[in-house]
C-alpha cells in the first residue's frame, strides 16, 4: 500500500524560513516532487528528488533521504505570496502513478 | 507553454444525471489522470491512461469510468452522479519523465 504522511497546517511569518516534512511508505519509488496549490487553483510543479540529499531552487530546496523514506521542502525569504498548501507526491517505480499526501497548508503572517 | 485545459471550472448537476468531463492536452504526452480532491483527503486517483484506449482503474474508481479515443483528450464520465461525488476534480497529463502538468480543475457540485 501507500502511505504519505505530512502536517495538517503550518503558520509563518513573512521573512523567515519553514520546513515542511513528508514521510512515506510506498511499495514503489521512483522519485519524490513538491507541488504549490493556491486556494482554487490547480497544483504548480516546485522540485522533484529521485537521488538522496539536496536540490535548490531558487528561495526553494527539497531534500530526500530514500533510506529513511523522508523528504522536505524548505522556503527561505518567506512571502505573502508563498500562502498555499504544499503537496508531497510519490512516483511508483514504473512511472505511471503518482500518490499524493494531504498536503501542508502553510499560512504566512506579516 | 504546455497546456492542460478542463473543459468546464464549475458546474452542478442533479442526482442520476450523466456527467461528461473533459480534458485536452496539447504536449503529446502519453499518460493522462483524473483525480479528486476533497478536503482532507488531499488528490485520489480515478483513473488513468497511459496510451490511447487504454485505461487503469485508480483508488477510487467506483461510479466513473473514462474515455480515450485520441492521444490528446481523457474524458471522466459520472454514469449516474450522486451527492457523494461533489468535489474538486483534477486531469493532470505526464510524459514520463518528470511532473506532471495540472488542468485548472472542476469543481462539480451535485444536488
Known amino acids: 500500500g501507500q502511505n504519505i504522511d505530512q502536517p495538517t497546517e503550518m503558520t509563518a511569518t513573512e521573512g523567515a524560513i519553514v520546513q515542511i516534512n513528508c514521510t512515506y511508505q510506498t511499495s514503489g519509488f521512483n522519485g519524490l516532487f513538491w507541488y504549490q496549490q493556491h486556494a482554487g487553483e490547480a497544483p504548480t510543479f516546485l522540485s522533484y528528488n529521485v537521488l538522496d540529499g539536496l536540490e535548490e531552487k531558487g528561495r526553494f530546496s527539497s531534500f530526500l533521504s530514500r533510506s529513511k523514506g523522508y523528504s522536505y521542502l524548505l522556503l527561505k525569504e518567506l512571502q505573502m505570496k508563498d500562502s498555499a498548501s504544499y503537496l508531497c507526491?510519490?512516483?511508483?517505480?514504473?512511472?505511471?502513478?503518482?500518490?499524493f499526501g494531504s498536503g501542508t497548508k502553510l499560512n504566512v503572517k506579516p | 507553454d504546455v497546456k492542460v485545459t478542463q473543459s468546464s471550472r464549475y458546474l452542478v448537476k442533479r442526482t442520476g444525471e450523466k456527467v461528461f468531463l473533459e480534458c485536452v492536452q496539447d504536449m503529446d504526452h502519453e499518460n493522462m489522470f483524473w483525480y479528486r480532491q476533497d478536503p482532507g483527503l488531499g488528490l485520489r486517483l480515478i483513473y488513468f491512461?497511459?496510451?490511447?484506449?487504454?485505461?487503469e482503474k485508480g483508488d477510487i474508481p467506483e461510479g466513473y469510468s473514462v474515455s480515450r479515443e485520441k492521444k490528446e483528450r481523457f474524458s471522466l464520465i459520472l454514469e449516474s452522479a450522486s451527492t457523494n461525488q461533489t468535489s474538486m476534480y483534477l486531469c493532470a497529463s505526464h510524459d514520463r519523465e518528470y511532473e506532471q502538468y495540472f488542468g485548472p480543475g472542476t469543481r462539480l457540485t451535485v444536488t
Open positions: 491512461s497511459y496510451d490511447v484506449k487504454m485505461k
Open positions: 507526491a510519490v512516483r511508483d517505480q514504473d512511472f505511471n502513478k503518482f500518490y
